[in-house]
């Protein structure tokens, strides 16, 4: 069951708001409950990306979150198995100077051609967040981008293109959780910065400026829509779910669980830093997927 809810979060900006979309029937699977799920919603992709080629529409997915909130590894599993001549992961990395000095101009040369699908692992949203928290950019530019960035963007819609913004919201918790087992993995280690600890240190300083980005960016054109992002598989799913909800694509299935394989005969076997675990109890596998939804 699909809830889209209007949320207040208590803030210093008390219109601010965002979507919080979730889906009951998602939550509490297991890893090969969610990965059957995961499969179904991908063809479900696939199908919405052959209706964007046939009727040349362009979708721009917005995929916003403090660090370690998963915005990677969704787009990704967004990404999977699309056709790749129609389809790309944008993340900007380092700007440079005159990127940063024409902020908005710059993104909009990344957005989709027509039949294209578009994922931004952090967007043009983040002069509005990561930006003046980290002092990247001045404040004139801050207050410019938050002046603009609404009729920029229906200037974009205006222009044919569809944009869904997402953001990934993770707990302070299962941020350092993760941003521990980022720090010690052999294979994930060199994600960690110190601008991660950083913005930990500044973890209510970017709360203030991402309750100000919802009021003010939050559109009737535009909306945010916010997923809880502690359960990162829970997550992955219910991002697949609302883009797919979205759109009125040739041969929709129903976005529901339908049919789904049983825990009794779950393939019990998990990956894990590159390891594969198989053969295992329900139990072993129930030890492992909670380290899982934070690993991954």
């Known amino acids: ?67 370690a909130a998963g915005k990677g590894s969704t787009a990704a599993y967004l990404t999977q198995y699309l056709n790749p001549r129609y389809s790309k992961i944008i993340s900007l990395g380092v700007p440079t100077k005159s990127q940063m000095r024409s902020w908005l101009k710059t993104h909009k040369s990344m957005m989709p051609d027509l039949g294209q699908i578009v994922v931004f692992d952090r967007s043009w949203y983040s002069r509005a967040m990561i930006q003046p928290v980290m002092g990247y950019c001045s404040m004139n530019q801050y207050r410019y981008f938050l002046k603009n960035v609404n009729d920029w963007e229906y200037e974009q819609i205006q ?13 302070q918790q299962s941020q350092n959780l993760r941003l521990q087992a980022r720090q010690n993995s052999p294979l994930k280690y060199w994600k960690y910065s110190r601008n991660d600890r950083a913005a930990i240190e500044k973890w209510h300083l970017y709360t203030y400026f991402k309750e100000r980005m919802f009021s003010v960016t939050s559109t009737d054109y535009t909306p945010w829509y916010l997923v809880k992002s502690d359960h990162k598989l829970y997550a992955q799913l219910c991002v697949m779910n609302l883009i797919l909800s979205k759109f009125d694509y040739d041969d929709k299935n129903q976005l529901n669980l339908g049919e789904i394989i049983s825990s009794e005969d779950a393939i019990k076997r998990i990956y894990l830093d590159g390891v594969l675990f198989d053969n295992l109890t329900l139990e072993q596998l129930e030890v492992l997927e909670r380290f899982k939804i934070h690993a991954d």
């Open 1 to 67: 069951m699909v809830n889209e809810s209007f949320t207040i979060h208590n803030s210093d900006f008390p219109s601010t708001f965002a979507f919080e979309y979730s889906v009951s029937d998602y939550e509490g699977l297991n890893y090969s409950l969610y990965r059957h799920e995961r499969h179904r919603l991908q063809v479900e992709l696939l199908k919405l990306q052959e209706w964007c080629i046939k009727e040349n529409q362009s979708i721009a997915i917005v995929l916003e979150g403090r660090d």
């Open 159 to 171: 222009s044919g293109t569809n944009i869904i913004k997402i953001y990934l919201s993770v707990s």
